[in-house]
């Protein structure tokens, strides 16, 4: 019930206070895991004792959420609400609200899971499961990671490309930049990460507050778009399309990083503690799902405004969208925050998809490697789909590759919900803080559409 005891590790591994080094091309990289990205070495660093005011335990609870949440409005969402809005004007808005709202439960027993067990969802696993099923539950967790990497550098070369007129290829090349990130941040507190990650969230959401300012949308329709109506899922194309949207929006990986994020904040060892952290980890997370909710309505709604209300509907990509943009409302700001959006959309992506890598290797294999290592290998990975499919394509490629991406999470999401349901509800690892029989009933019904989707999908594709 108490935090995680210590265990042996795979490698040898030093205190984050005296990292081993390596030399690698003249630059000095750690040549172990290194705080802040390896999830063992930040745990506990955060103090939230008892007894502290409550603006001081909500203030320093703060973070875990905002790094979730970016997962929510990466660049694979773009393309997805992009391709709603302009296909099909707000007819989908329910289902990006729907889906936001199913992230904030499953975020929720993600964290509650971290908290009251001490354990993350790949160790839940570990500990439940053989080790073949193990095996395939990490494989599906790794792939769903490196879809969403091909998103990361799909985004932020378009980004690159639009912000800068560099060829795409050249953007893509240049994404591999990121790891210098990682490297730059290696040994430091948890809590810069999550203060740069909500700078990147800020303007993000900044962005998009000026573009609705300068497309405001249509109150009357948008109203009526937020009411479900399934019927609207009948339109050509519209199920692949909402499919992708929740693919986008619940993310599988992220249910194993919030898992485990949240045990960077050291409370005390007793239940009535532990059911406050919880609480106010649920405020956290589903305020900051909500803002990137609202981000992704934006989306959708700047294409419904800007393409769709001008008979522009098969505008499904990103650079796409950024043309369009200025010679539509006039103003070629709307490109740039457009551009300046996308970018900081990538970006803050990096992080949290590093941060997963390591949850996962460290809970399922018990493994853990340098975090530039691990960044250097998801990226060059990603860079290989995201490069071949630019040279087929062309650059019209990137709106259906992202959209794909999107599918791909989707079918990975039931493998990632059925574990954390178990976990969350087993009282021999959750006390009495396992979930109640109302939330496990409702996150049973999401699994249930969700796979009943991706089931028809699939058969769709091969029918």
């Known amino acids: 019930m108490g935090r995680r005891p210590s265990r042996p590790l795979a490698l040898p591994y030093p205190t984050r206070h005296n990292p081993a080094m390596a030399t690698v091309l003249g630059l000095t990289l750690p040549d172990r895991a290194t705080a802040p990205f390896c999830p063992s070495e930040v745990e506990g660093s955060i103090a939230v004792p008892a007894g502290i005011p409550l603006p001081t335990r909500i203030a320093r609870f703060v973070g875990p959420g905002l790094l979730i949440a970016v997962g929510y409005m990466d660049p694979g969402n773009w393309a997805t609400d992009i391709a709603a809005g302009s296909g099909y004007g707000f007819d989908l808005l329910f289902v990006v609200a729907g889906a936001s709202l199913a992230a904030i439960l499953l975020q929720s027993l993600a964290l509650r899971l971290g908290i009251a067990s001490g354990l993350d969802l790949a160790e839940a696993c570990r500990r439940r499961y053989a080790r073949v099923p193990n095996l395939i539950l990490w494989a599906l967790a790794e792939i769903a990671i490196l879809a969403t990497d091909v998103a990361e550098v799909l985004g932020g070369a378009l980004a690159i490309k639009l912000l800068l007129g560099l060829p795409l290829w050249a953007g893509i090349m240049l994404t591999a930049c990121d790891m210098l990130i990682v490297v730059g941040l290696k040994g430091r507190g948890f809590r810069q990460v999550e203060a740069i990650v909500a700078g990147l969230v800020g303007t993000i959401a900044l962005c998009f507050l000026i573009e609705l300012l300068i497309v405001p949308p249509d109150m009357a329709a948008l109203a009526a778009g937020l009411v479900p109506d399934f019927g609207h899922l009948t339109q050509p194309g519209a199920l692949a399309v909402a499919i992708g949207i929740v693919g986008a929006t619940v993310m599988p990986h992220n249910l ?176 009495g803080l396992a979930a109640g029989i109302l939330p496990q009933a409702i996150a049973w019904l999401l699994f249930s559409i969700i796979t009943g989707a991706n089931i028809w999908l699939l058969a769709s594709l091969f029918a």
């Open 256 to 431: 194993y990083l919030h898992s485990s994020i949240v045990q960077t904040r050291e409370i005390p060892d007793n239940e009535a503690e532990k059911r406050k952290a919880i609480l106010i980890g649920d405020g956290d997370s589903a305020i900051s799902l909500l803002l990137a909710a609202l981000v992704n309505g934006a989306i959708l709604a700047l294409a419904a405004g800007a393409f769709h209300a001008h008979g522009h509907i098969g505008v499904t990509g990103i650079d796409e969208a950024y043309r369009l943009l200025s010679p539509i409302t006039g103003l070629k700001a709307a490109a740039l925050f457009f551009g300046i959006a996308l970018f900081a959309s990538g970006q803050s992506s990096t992080f949290t998809g590093t941060i997963a890598g390591q949850v996962i290797l460290e809970g399922f294999l018990h493994l853990k490697i340098p975090c530039w290592q691990r960044r250097i290998i998801t990226r060059a990975i990603a860079i290989v789909p995201a490069m071949i499919g630019i040279l087929i394509f062309g650059d019209h490629g990137v709106g259906p590759m992202l959209v794909l991406s999107q599918i791909v999470l989707s079918l990975q999401l039931p493998f990632a919900i059925w574990p954390l349901i178990r976990a969350a509800g087993d009282r021999s690892i959750m006390g």
